[in-house]
C-alpha cells in the first residue's frame, strides 16, 4: 500500500487515469490517455506529468509511459517539445457536455444605477502590498478553521476606524465579520423577530430578503429630514434606517429624530438597525457621526467596504449591542462559514496601513467632483429638474414631474443610460411620497462610470430628459 | 456645500469630530478633541490628520487647528514629535464599552480530530505570488459586482482541473463557485426538494443544515464497500454519497455500486449529490475517478479547497447537471453575495501554475507518511485494535471492541487528545454499524498537528487506547 520514494520527490501535475480493460499495460495506458483527450478532458494545450511521476502514481515503469507519450505524439493527440515537456496538442475536439446557454444582458453604454464604486478605481497596488503584510505577519492559526466572529486583526482595526471616523462606541468583542449589508440583515433577522419598521424608500433587495425570512415589514415615511420615526408605535421589534444619508431619498437623519430613534429603542426594548452604507462620504462640512455612538445597547451598525472600496471582497461588519453578540455568533455557525480569512487580514493591514482612509478620501474628492457636475449640467441643461439628497453618497435624486417617471426611464435606456426609477425603491405599503412631494423621480448614481465616459454619461441623460420634459 | 481644492489634495486620515456648543470654534474644537481621546474613541497612538486636512473637513481656519492640538498636546491628551505626526498619547484609557465575555475553548495540545489540514502547510509564498499575478492581469469588472456563478476565470480553470484530475466531464458554464461543501448543500436544498438519502454515517453538521432547511433525511446503510445503494427506493429525490472514500468509514464505494447509483437517478429523475471532500488524497495505485463522469446530467459533484489548501479561504464548488445550473444560480440571487472575487482570481491562478498539483502532492506525501505511521503505531503498540479506512483522505478509523469508545474518548482527554467517536457520525435513525461489525470506534484525523508534535499526538493515542483496554 505504501509507495517507494521515488514519487514522493516528483512534484508535477496530476492526472486521473482509469486503467481497465484488456491488453498489456502500456496499450490500457494509452487507451486510457487517447480517450482523456479525445473527449476533452484533457484540454488542449495541458501539460502531462512527467514519466516518472505518472509512472510511480500509477505503479507501472517508467518505460511504459515514455512509450505510451511516444506513441500519443506519433499519433497527434499529444505534442513533445524540448523544455516545455509533454502536452496536448492543439488540434483537439472541445468537451462533449453541452453547455447551458446563458443569458446575455444586454449591457448599455452608461451606467447610471446608484451604489457601485467605479471598479476601474480599486487600489490594486496598495491592496496587493496589505496583502503581502498581512499573509506574511499573520499567525499559522489563520489558515486554519475560522471564528465566527471573523478575525480579530480585523475586528480592532475596525473598532479603532469606526471610533475614529463615524463616532462608534464599541470594541473587537462587539464586533461580527459578516460579507455585506445582506448577510448582516439575514443574520440579524436569527435574532431580533419581526416585524421591523423600515423607510418607506429603500432596496426592495432588502425587502425581499426580509420577507424570504418571514421578517414581515412596516413603512415608516420618509421626508426631508429623513424617516418619521416618531409615527413607529409598539408594534415592530427594529426599526431599519439609513441616518447619514436616507436611501435613497438622501436626507440627513434630523438630530432630533435621531434621539427620538434611541429612545423609541430603549422604551420598547426594540432595536435599531442603522444601514451606515455611505456613512464615509459626506460632501458637506458638518460630518454627521453614527446614530450608533448615542446608544450603543439599543443600535446595530451594519456597514461593509461595498461602496467604499469594492463589492467584490464581499466583507461587511455588524457593531452590536452586547446582550446581541452571542445570538448573532450562533446564527454564523461553529465555523466562519464565508469570509476569507486572507481577505479579513488584508483589509486589516490596508486599514491599519492608512491605505483605507486615503483611498476613500481620494473616493470622496472624486465623487464630490461628479456630484457637483451632475448638478451643474442639469441645472443648465434641464432646469425642469429638481436635483436633491444630494449632500453625500454615491447618487442624487433627480425629482422628476408627476407622471413622467416612466417615461423618463425609457427615454434614458433609449439614449444608452442604465438608470434607476424613485418609485422602484418605495414600500408597496406606503402612503404618498417622498414627504409633501410626488413620487417620480430618477436614482442617479454618479461614481460607476469609468472617468472618459462621465461626460458622455451626462450628456445623454440631459438628452433622454429634455426630450420627455419638451 | 463644494470645498475648496485645499482638502482635494491632502491624502490624511479621516476623523469624525461633532463640533457643537457654546465657546469659539478653537474652544468646541479642543473639547470635541479631548472627548474623543477621554472616552476612548480615539485609541492611543491613532494618528491624527494633518491641521490642513482637518481644517478644510470642518471648515475652520488651520491655525484654529494648529492652536488646537497644541493646547491638548500642552494637557497631555496628545503627543507631538517631528515627522511622526500628532497622536493621542498612551496613557489614555481604554474604551469604557463593557466587553462581552467570550467563552476560552479549553485547548488540548493533540489535535486529532478529522478534517483539517496542517495551517502551518498553507503555501503563503506561493498564494501570494498568485494573487500578485491575478491581480495585476484582472480586468476592471473583477472589482465590480460579481456574477453569482463565480469568475469565469476560476471556473474554466476548476473544469479543466477536475477533468484531468478527477475525471468530471464538464464545462465552466456547469461550475458554481461557493464557499464550501455547506454552503453547496444549502443552495442544493433549493432546488432539490426532500428527502434525501444520506449515508447512515456522515457528518452531523451536513445533516444538521439539511434539517434545519427542511429537508428530511433516510439513512442508507453502509459497509466495507460504501452505502449499499441497492437498498434505495423510489421516495428519495436525492442520494448524497461520499463515493471516494466513505466519510468517515473510509471504504471506496465499489465499482458496480457506483454504477447502481447513477442507474438510480436516471432511473427515478434524482440526483446523485457526490461530496468529493479527499478525492485528491489517495494512497494506493488505483485512483478512483469522480462518480461524476459517470452520469454528468445526474451527478452534482461538490468540491472545495478547505481539506486540499485550507479552509479558511471559504472557497468551493459545485458542478451541475444543466437543468440544476440556473435554479441554483437563482438561489444565489442575482449578485455574489459571499465569494470574494479576488480570491477566486488567486486560486485560478493558483491551478493556472501548477502551484495547487503541487501542495497537493507534498500535502499527499506528508499524510501518507503520517497514515503509514498512525498504523504501524497503533499495530504495534495497542494490537486489540484494527485500524480501517486508510486508503485515502486525512482520517482513519480505529475499531474499538463494543462499549468502549465512551471510555477510550475519556481517556483520550485525559491524555491531551481531541479526538472524536465514531458513534457521533452515525444517523439517528441508522440500523446497526458498519456493516456486521459493531459501531464503537474513533475517527482519528493525521493530517493537522504540527510535525513537531504529531509523535508526541501518537504517544498519546496509544497510551489513552492502552488504559482502556487492558
Same mark, same amino acid.
Given at each position: 500500500m505504501s509507495e517507494g520514494s521515488g514519487v514522493a520527490e516528483v512534484l508535477g501535475v496530476d492526472l486521473h487515469l482509469e486503467l481497465t480493460g484488456a491488453g498489456s499495460r502500456r496499450a490500457v495506458l494509452i487507451r486510457a490517455l487517447r480517450e482523456a483527450v479525445r473527449s476533452g478532458r484533457l484540454a488542449a494545450g495541458t501539460r502531462l506529468p512527467p514519466y516518472r511521476s505518472l509512472a510511480a502514481d500509477l505503479g507501472v515503469a517508467r518505460n511504459t509511459v515514455a512509450d505510451a507519450y511516444a506513441e500519443l505524439v506519433a499519433e497527434g493527440?499529444? /505534442?513533445? *517539445?524540448? %523544455?516545455?515537456? /509533454? *502536452? =496536448?496538442?492543439?488540434? =483537439? @475536439? @472541445?468537451p462533449e457536455v453541452e453547455g447551458a446557454p446563458r443569458d446575455t444582458v444586454r449591457a448599455l453604454p452608461y451606467d447610471l444605477v446608484q451604489g457601485k464604486p467605479d471598479?476601474? @478605481?480599486? #487600489?490594486? /497596488?496598495?491592496? !496587493?502590498? $496589505?496583502?503581502?503584510?498581512?499573509l506574511t505577519a499573520a499567525p499559522h492559526d489563520a489558515f486554519g478553521i475560522g471564528d465566527p466572529r471573523g478575525r480579530v486583526e480585523l475586528r480592532r482595526e475596525l473598532a479603532a476606524y469606526l471610533a475614529r471616523v463615524r463616532g462608534v462606541r464599541t470594541g473587537p468583542d462587539r464586533i461580527v465579520v459578516c460579507s455585506g449589508a445582506a448577510h448582516a440583515l439575514r443574520l440579524l433577522t436569527r435574532v431580533v423577530p419581526g416585524p421591523w419598521a423600515v423607510e418607506a424608500y429603500g432596496l426592495p433587495f432588502h425587502r425581499g430578503l426580509l420577507a424570504e425570512a418571514g421578517v414581515r415589514t412596516v413603512p415608516v415615511a420618509v421626508d426631508e429630514e429623513g424617516a418619521r420615526v416618531g409615527d413607529i408605535r409598539r408594534g415592530p421589534c427594529a426599526v431599519l434606517l439609513t441616518p447619514a444619508h436616507q436611501f435613497p431619498t438622501g436626507g440627513p437623519l434630523h438630530h432630533e429624530r435621531r434621539a427620538a430613534a434611541v429612545d423609541w429603542a430603549r422604551t420598547t426594548g426594540g432595536f435599531v438597525l442603522e444601514d451606515d452604507y455611505d456613512g464615509e462620504f459626506r460632501y458637506d462640512r458638518r460630518p454627521v457621526g453614527a446614530l450608533q455612538g448615542l446608544g450603543p445597547e439599543r443600535v446595530v451598525? =451594519? %456597514? $461593509?467596504? $461595498?461602496?467604499?472600496? $469594492? #463589492?467584490?471582497?464581499?466583507?461587511g461588519w455588524m457593531v452590536l449591542p452586547g446582550g446581541l453578540v452571542d445570538g448573532v455568533v450562533a446564527a454564523k455557525g461553529a465555523r466562519e462559514p464565508y469570509s476569507s480569512a486572507t481577505e479579513q487580514l488584508t483589509l486589516a493591514a490596508f486599514l491599519a496601513s492608512g491605505a483605507y482612509d486615503r483611498h476613500v478620501r481620494r473616493m470622496r474628492r472624486r465623487h464630490r467632483e461628479r456630484r457637483d457636475r451632475l448638478v451643474r449640467v442639469l441645472t443648465e441643461?434641464?432646469?425642469?429638474?429638481? =436635483? /436633491?439628497?444630494?449632500?453625500? %453618497? !454615491?447618487?442624487a435624486v433627480v425629482e422628476l414631474p408627476p407622471g413622467t417617471e416612466g417615461a423618463a426611464l425609457t427615454a434614458a435606456e433609449r439614449h444608452g443610460v442604465a438608470v434607476e426609477g424613485l418609485s422602484g425603491y418605495r414600500h408597496p405599503d406606503a402612503v404618498g411620497g417622498v414627504g409633501e412631494h410626488g413620487v417620480d423621480g430618477l436614482v442617479v448614481g454618479y461614481a460607476t462610470p469609468p472617468e472618459r465616459l462621465y461626460g458622455g454619461a451626462l450628456d445623454a441623460l440631459c438628452k433622454a430628459l429634455g426630450s420627455v420634459l419638451r
Open positions: 493527440w499529444l /505534442t513533445s *517539445r524540448q %523544455g516545455s515537456g /509533454t *502536452r =496536448v496538442a492543439e488540434r =483537439v @475536439a @472541445a471598479p476601474a @478605481a480599486f #487600489p490594486r /497596488t496598495a491592496w !496587493l502590498a $496589505s496583502a503581502r503584510r498581512a451598525l =451594519v %456597514g $461593509s467596504v $461595498s461602496k467604499s472600496l $469594492s #463589492p467584490a471582497l464581499r466583507i441643461r434641464v432646469p425642469e429638474v429638481r =436635483v /436633491t439628497g444630494i449632500a453625500a %453618497g !454615491l447618487h
